[in-house]
């Protein structure tokens, strides 16, 4: 298995306090990814990143920022919580931005905002 | 929009009899197409995936077909077994551009029965 770990793995707050996810790699792949899963809608790109402090949004950006300062971390912070942003969160990591290198996913942290 | 669809929920199919998963996407852009498989509480992991230029990839038990005029892509596991039943999310990917950005489907919980 990939060496990917993510904390916490389980976070209850409530509605406008930050909460920061941490994925944490121990592969030294380049690429790493924050995604969301919700019911119906499978799972959707958040943010990626291409290196050390290089990021680019994703497809669900917006009340999410994140931050790369070493290789091995890749941090999710949601600035002001919503009852919207109660997902399970995945990070991913792959060695190339090809499709082709195959992307390895963290086990996930479940986050209730109430 | 939903860019990529798989519209059945849920599958059952008997143990040793063949499995048929479906997906349809609407962007011509994809280019590549996978296929993840997710146990509860895990995160999801690679199963196979088919670049645009072949109709169809196998590996041992999964067959993975592409239909690139109707758009469709199918996942065949045949013989289908108990560990086989699983969350089942297509995905595809754009152009390579820089990064992977797969988009993926709303998953369909396929139940092997004994």
């Known amino acids: 298995d990939a060496g990917i770990t993510q904390s916490p793995r389980h976070k209850v707050t409530e509605t406008g306090t930050p909460v920061t996810l941490r994925c944490h790699q121990t592969?030294?792949?380049?690429?790493m990814y924050w995604y969301r899963q919700d019911p119906g809608h499978g799972l959707r790109l958040i943010h990626y990143?291409?290196?050390?402090?290089?990021?680019d949004k994703g497809e669900v950006s917006d009340g999410y920022s994140v931050s790369r300062s070493k290789t091995e971390d890749f941090l999710l912070t949601l600035e002001s919580a919503t009852s919207s942003q109660t997902s399970v969160y995945f990070c991913?990591?792959?060695?190339?931005?090809?499709?082709?290198?195959?992307?390895?996913f963290g086990p996930g942290t479940r986050l209730t905002v109430t | 929009d939903q860019q990529v669809k798989q519209n059945s929920p849920s599958l059952s199919v008997q143990e040793g009899r063949i499995s048929i998963l479906n997906c349809d996407y609407t962007n011509s852009m994809f280019d590549y197409f996978l296929w993840y498989k997710k146990y509860p509480a895990e995160g999801p992991t690679f199963l196979i995936s088919i670049s645009s230029i072949k109709d169809k990839n196998e590996d041992g038990r999964f067959t993975v077909f592409l239909n690139k005029s109707a758009k469709h892509l199918s996942l065949h596991i045949v013989p289908s077994q108990p560990g086989d039943s699983a969350v089942y999310f297509c995905?595809?990917?754009?152009?390579?551009?820089?990064?992977?950005?797969?988009?993926f489907g709303q998953g369909t919980r396929l139940t092997i029965n004994p």
């Open positions: 990143s291409y290196g050390v402090k290089d990021t």
């Open positions: 991913a990591i792959s060695e190339g931005g090809d499709p082709r290198y195959e992307q390895y």
């Open positions: 995905a595809a990917s754009p152009n390579f551009q820089g990064a992977q950005k797969l988009v």
């Open positions: 592969e030294n792949h380049r690429y």
